[in-house]
């Protein structure tokens, strides 16, 4: 049986739906002349200003093109679905982005995008154009703490992108943007919940099995296994046991701040992660943790995939600061 | 024999035709350990490469039809396979620079270049369950017989038994690169989608060589 | 067999989702002290300004709540999962809403909501609140046009409310921000077409039954039959199909200016809303229709029910003036 | 024989268990052309109905029951189902007034001004697929038994019957009001939930009216 879908042929649907996102976002948007998957901002990149360019795969929308705007992203380079982009929009993006102080390549840790945006780091060096590369690693569940730089990225990718496009669009130096990058992605931690599976467009089929009554916790946002398949438990408890997780890696003290991002993997709706906002913010009141600002809604999601994630961002001053910088981007909107 | 761009444009046709049937089962094996969309890549990736092959004028060398096949490949891509794929036709293209057709020997080592190629753009060592399990014994197998005067389509048939073997091998094995590194003794007894797609690529080859040879 | 859900009990899902919402969402909302069903900005209502009210049932969000904040809605009452709110948190949210200066009722046109907020209206009466109600009746495929007061309200309500929140906002009259709120009303027009039904918290069981092939054009947001049932077709002819219908209704003229709205029902991803915006967009510009400004996303749902709908705002100055006011809201931010 | 406070309390106890019952089904009438929580609604207003006037002291009267059913059905329900009973209670209440207990007459005028508060409220006539199909000919059927001698019980089962026969007759109906009113010939063939709803609601009355007659 195949999955139902609003698309034409599902070979084109990423192409047809980036002339929808311009359709939509024009006035934030535009695609560099004859590369149609390399997404720039109309407000955002100029001289002196390190240049932030994000990329990853189709299917996960708001991210990455979401996030692509002033005081954010500068451009975001477009792959199929779960599928890197290649090089050459990753290097349009570059030098579309470039404002001769270097680009800051930033990204889920897969091994398809490492490769292609190494590529085309690469290629940008023989026209001098420097890009440094942090990779986005909060996916709690894809590796032992110790192996951290082995993780994956997912949902955290909004806080690190959002600090280091403040970073950024403060006119930091090279070494600060990237120092910043980093220092928000080692204290960014998300862990996932799935459901249901998506379907590629170009297969209609579910794209894993699950039983009519479990739940994965830690699953990838492609759908790559997680650490443990169960049955699917009340709200309270999932969040118990993802927050639990995360909260042993992150060790808060009392009085400390984080923001909160409660994502929809797809297709579970608000009143879900609403419900789930509310345990986790009385979890974290009782420690006494202090949350300065919660984004619940579809921020990373793997098309119709049902599920969840949480993600704790875990602030100090300068982390505050960026995130409270302003950003205007097509589909996201802060400070 | 001597593999001229014809035959290696038809080659490229054979591969993508083998690829395009094997699609829907090799999104099913990358949909246990990984992401379920590795059929869909090689298809579009085989696909490119053989139209963008195909474009190329009867003058254009076997260097010049694996850098298009590279670059076809690679912007049709992306993903894991583009670069791992781009990487083996641009060193398959370097390999045998200069030369207008291929004998047998620089054709297997246009092949030895491919795995090669793909072991450099991944880092990936045999026993880390990817494509390099299958492409790393295929070319030692084909250097083998090519070396025991074997001609280019016994070399590869060779490599493609190899690769087989060496795509089932990765059942039993923890996974060290790619998406499916993360599960640990979660991926084993499930076959490196990669690996998988390397044995039908090789075999295609390996049956297209044969039919040139008698042709 | 029980369809999947991040919940608790669902008798509770409703009373743990506020919690939830007003966790993260304390900056801009608050609940009536002992009425934890009436939601009111915490910046908008104030002396002399016509207080516009909202509701309806849950299960739609981020309507209805998500539109409360300073310039648009000033309070939300919430009903139980596609329910309407009884009449006394529709009672507490006039009396916070209120400036002395009249109170607007804006709701979907559904007969439960019409008898709680009658009943609501006729009991603030006896506390000298005046209380006008504007329905809204945008879903095109709900009635025949000569019987326009009879069709439900749907997505469109975003533009509506919007409107009508701008002119409250800007302290018009009485008189003034219902007449405004009408003609936004008359000026938007909606199109839906569902795939797969939702599931309530309680029952956990599909909400309508739909062929594994079939899409229904016309299905109201909490799963009532539409006009039409047929197979799955690509994206681009069901667009057709909806624009079609609306365009017969607006006939436009060249030169025109309209406000677009995709939303997603549920769990129909942003990739497939774009690619019908790419059709929707290429459609309207083929007429000479002039897009002011396009929203793509969940904006109305019906919890996971997969579909989407079309929303055209047909603007002339007034209502482009009322659309670029600025507002603030939990969950929606613009101008 | 005279309806006591306590009977009354019954009386909503055996209606919330019948509709409890009855859930499902009244859940899945309405998903065919409503929103599939009718049987909710309904089963969220009886219950809170049953649990506020069990909280009343043995000095409340009719009326005050009656109210008190009326607020805590509304509260917990809104909806249509909410505003429709409430209504149906108030006037109840009202129709009662003063009386400490009632006689069979006055129970059936009690019913009768319900049947009306539904009508008054939604503002539906018979034939218009609502409740009020099952509604009015039980009100008009308790009121015929009543004058022609029967008592409270033997009059609301007849009412019962009547209200069966009504929500039955639903079927053929076209909607004039509610959700289903948009579906035109669509609703043909589909009892309406409100109306089935209604017969359950009744007959629960008169099984309670029999037992504590016989009691
Ligand atoms: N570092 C690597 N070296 C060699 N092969 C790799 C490496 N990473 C991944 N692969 C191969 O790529 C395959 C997956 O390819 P594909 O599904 O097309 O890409 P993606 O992982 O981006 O979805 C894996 O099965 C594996 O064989
Ligand atoms: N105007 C009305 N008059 C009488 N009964 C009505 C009216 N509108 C709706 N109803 C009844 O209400 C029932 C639906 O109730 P319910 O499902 O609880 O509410 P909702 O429509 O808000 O989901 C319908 O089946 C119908 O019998
Ligand atoms: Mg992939
Ligand atoms: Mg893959
Ligand atoms: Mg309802
Ligand atoms: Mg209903």
Redesign the interface.
């Known amino acids: 049986m195949k999955t139902k879908k609003l698309i034409n042929d599902g070979a084109h649907a990423v192409d047809e739906m980036l002339v929808g996102v311009l359709a939509a976002h024009g006035r934030h948007l535009y695609a560099v002349e004859g590369t149609p998957r390399a997404i720039v901002a109309k407000d955002g990149p100029r001289r002196g200003k390190v240049g932030l360019v994000i990329g990853g795969g189709s299917g996960h929308e708001p991210a990455f093109l979401g996030f692509v705007g002033k005081g954010l992203a500068d451009a975001c380079a477009v792959g199929n679905v779960f599928a890197s982009p290649p090089p050459d929009p990753i290097i349009e993006c570059a030098k579309a982005a470039s404002g001769d102080a270097g680009v800051l390549f930033m990204y889920g840790n897969y091994a398809g995008d490492v490769m292609n945006f190494d590529m085309a780091a690469e290629m940008l060096a023989m026209d001098d154009i420097e890009a440094r590369t942090v990779l986005t690693t909060d996916d709690v569940a894809s590796a032992p703490l110790d192996q951290k730089q082995k993780r994956r990225g997912v949902a955290g990718n909004f806080f690190i992108f959002k600090a280091a496009g403040a970073a950024c669009d403060r006119m930091l130096s090279f070494d600060e943007c990237e120092r910043i990058a980093r220092k928000a992605n080692d204290h960014t931690y998300t862990m996932g919940v799935a459901l249901a599976p998506c379907s590629l467009p170009q297969t209609l089929r579910p794209n894993f099995d699950i039983g009519a009554d479990e739940m994965e916790i830690g699953m990838g946002i492609h759908g790559e296994p997680g650490v443990q398949r169960g049955t699917l438990q009340p709200a309270d408890e999932v969040v118990d046991e993802m927050l639990d997780r995360i909260l042993v890696e992150m060790s808060p003290s009392r009085g400390d701040k984080v923001a909160v991002l409660v994502n929809s993997l797809g297709s579970t709706p608000l009143m879900e992660l609403y419900i789930m906002n509310r345990r986790l913010a009385q979890r974290l009141s009782d420690i006494g943790v202090d949350v300065h600002a919660t984004w619940v809604g579809n921020y990373c999601t793997s098309l119709e995939m049902a599920g969840a994630s949480i993600t704790l961002h875990h602030l100090d001053g300068e982390l505050q600061a960026m995130l409270d910088h302003p950003c205007d981007c097509a589909m996201f909107r802060a400070g | 024999m001597t593999i001229e761009t014809l035959s290696l444009k038809t080659m490229f046709a054979a591969v993508a035709a083998a690829i395009a049937a094997d699609r829907?089962r090799l999104?099913a094996l990358d949909?246990?350990?990984?992401?379920?969309?590795h059929?869909?890549?090689m298809e579009?990736g085989f696909n490119a490469a053989r139209d963008a092959v195909a474009g190329l004028g009867e003058d254009a060398d076997p260097t010049l039809i694996f850098n298009t096949a590279a670059k076809s490949f690679?912007?049709?891509?992306?993903?894991?396979?583009?670069?791992?794929y781009a990487t083996a036709f641009m060193r398959a293209g370097a390999a045998v620079k200069g030369k207008p057709s291929l004998s047998d020997a620089d054709f297997v080592a246009a092949f030895q270049a491919m795995a090669q190629g793909i072991r450099d753009?991944?880092k990936a060592e045999p026993g880390e369950k990817t494509m390099v399990d299958a492409w790393a014994p295929a070319a030692e197998a084909a250097g083998q017989a090519i070396a025991g005067g074997a001609n280019a389509a016994d070399a590869i048939a060779a490599a493609a038994a190899a690769a087989a073997k060496g795509a089932e091998a990765t059942s039993g094995m923890i996974a060290a690169?790619?998406?499916?590194?993360?599960?640990g003794e979660?991926a084993v007894g499930h076959v490196d989608p990669g690996a998988a797609s390397a044995a039908t690529v090789i075999g295609a080859m390996a049956d297209s060589l044969r039919t040139s040879a008698t042709a």
Chains 1, 3 share one sequence.
């Open positions: 829907d999104c949909g246990v350990i990984g992401d379920a969309d059929g869909i890549a579009l690679l912007n049709a891509v992306g993903a894991s396979s583009g670069p791992l753009r991944g690169k790619g998406r499916s590194s993360r599960l979660r």
